[in-house]
């Protein structure tokens, strides 16, 4: 899998939406969920409230394996932040990971890494200057410790840092 960030059209959420219901269908989940997370995805294609949807696709899929729920915010004329409230993997992985799929931890990796350097090139063309990145899960959470420690020891010119549940990252 070559995992890449990008925005949803009409095409990719139709076939995602019908794959992610199959799926949670199967796996006993719940379907209603899905459809809530695809109502909100559907009515934030486009900006909205600062929050928009980016979905995480095979390189040329149109199944996302994950909806990244993004957010822009202005502090101030010269400071903009972007922030990635959450990552909903489809139900196929979510299955996996919690029935201990070694494949499906990459697969999810991978996914997050995407969703990472996309949200970051983003601030590139948004000109914000602080990213940030919530753990909402503690696995997410412990994804984005594991990746602040590695950030660190490998970049110059941002500070990297953990505040509460943020992974922070900021020009120094």
């Avoid at 890449?4 to 939406?17: E, G, L, V, Y």
């Avoid at 602040?148 to 922070?168: I, N, P, Y």
Wanted: aromatic content about 12%; overall charge positive; charged content about 25%.
């Amino acid at each position: 899998m070559k995992a890449t960030f990008r925005k949803f059209d009409d095409a990719s959420i139709a076939s995602s939406q019908a794959a992610w219901t199959a799926e949670s269908t199967a796996a006993g989940m719940f379907p209603a969920e899905v459809e809530q997370v695809f109502e909100w995805t559907r009515n934030h294609m486009t900006l909205v409230n600062n929050e928009i949807a980016y979905g995480i696709f095979d390189d040329g899929g149109t199944d996302a394996f994950a909806i990244v729920e993004v957010v822009e915010t202005r502090k101030s004329a010269r400071s903009n932040m972007i922030k990635m409230l959450r990552m909903r993997l489809r139900p196929s992985m979510e299955a996996e990971i919690y029935s201990g799929d070694l494949s499906s931890f990459q697969r999810a990796l991978e996914c997050y890494g995407a969703a990472f350097f996309g949200i970051y090139r983003l601030r590139g063309t948004d000109k914000s200057t602080v990213l940030k990145f919530y753990g909402r899960s503690n696995e997410q959470l412990g994804f984005l410790k594991a990746l602040v420690a590695g950030l660190q020891k490998r970049t110059k010119g941002h500070e990297f840092r953990m505040d509460g549940r943020w992974l922070v990252i900021q020009p120094t």
